[in-house]
């Protein structure tokens, strides 16, 4: 089954032909990080041109790569949410244009269940497992029954990691995004140079805006030629090992023998180490599927694909249904 999908959730454009949810065919992204760069963070706006201006020649180029044409492909799928609602409308509303006009079934995804599914991507994994799903948007812990199963057991009471992540990179004063920035600074620095506190918080849910909030206080005490690769890689020291406490933890109390992660964050090499490290066996997406992409909206939709789906009513959203603790992938998409 061969799958066309696009992602517009919010700064990259991203589609894909991805074949029986498994096997990638052609993986594209155009990145907006230059056009975001000057104002720190995405600007709504700017990414709705951005996806505008390249949505079109994408999809052309990318069954162009694929040496296909649209007529050979089975199904559609798009990322309705969560994300930027006037981004995710541009994918949206043109995956929508195409299936009508071509008679293809579409096929709407939820952007988290996406990120699970990177992991199934050019890998033989099978669930059930215990996700770690960890990005600029969101962190949760993820107990995954079938493919098309799951719960969602923790979350981001506030912050989510990746968030965490850009913020301190910015009070470091490093360009956006700061994750990657911050993650080359620690490098060379001292994991025990300073002293930050973990949020406590029950179970397996996260808060990191108290440890965002301790950075910031703490610079502004330290004379200006502190030590930026010290900070740098304790607070990612400090932001790893809460992650991997917590996904053991899960994973141990469910009997879950695999830990699997995803999303931005899972790019972090100082958190994949430490993963590997463990008792478990750990299964990471190739680090082009970590962050968004079509790719995984392509594997998505196919393990959707016996989910029905209305044309008609369905649509995008903006929020994260974690917070009403969604109990499967076919309630998240719809």
Known sequence: MLILAIETSCDDT??????????????????????????????????????LDVIDKLIEQTLKDANLTIEKIDAIAVTLGPGLVISLLVGFNKAKELAKKYNKKLIGVNH????????????????????????????????????????????SLDDACGEAFDKVGRLLGLPYPGGPHLETLAINGNIKAFELPIGKVGNYDFSFSGLKTAVLRLIEKLPPDYNKSDLAAT????VTNTLLKKVCKAAK???????????????????RKKLMDTEFQVFMPGLKYCT???????????????????????????????????????????
Request: aromatic content about 6%; glycine content about 8%; overall charge negative.
């Open 112 to 155: 988290l269940f996406g990120h699970i599914c990177s992991n199934y991507l050019e890998s033989d994994l099978e669930p059930p497992f215990t996700c770690l799903l960890a990005s600029g948007g969101h962190t949760q812990v993820i107990n995954v029954k079938t493919f098309t199963d799951y719960e969602i057991i923790g979350t």
């Open 292 to 334: 968004d992409n079509a790719a995984m909206i392509g594997s998505a939709g196919y393990f959707l694909r016996d989910i029905p789906q209305d044309l008609e009513t369905m649509d995008v959203f903006a929020r994260d249904p974690s917070s009403i603790k969604l109990k499967t992938a076919s309630r998240a998409a719809l």
């Open 253 to 271: 109390d469910h009997n879950s023998n695999k830990i699997v992660i995803a999303g931005g964050v899972s790019a972090n090499k100082t958190l």
């Open 14 to 51: 991203g589609c894909a032909i991805v074949e029986d949810g498994r096997k990638v065919i052609v993986n594209n992204i155009v990145s907006q990080i230059e056009k975001h760069q000057e104002f720190g963070g995405v600007k709504p706006s700017v990414a709705k041109q951005a996806h």
């Open 235 to 238: 607070f990612q020291d400090n």
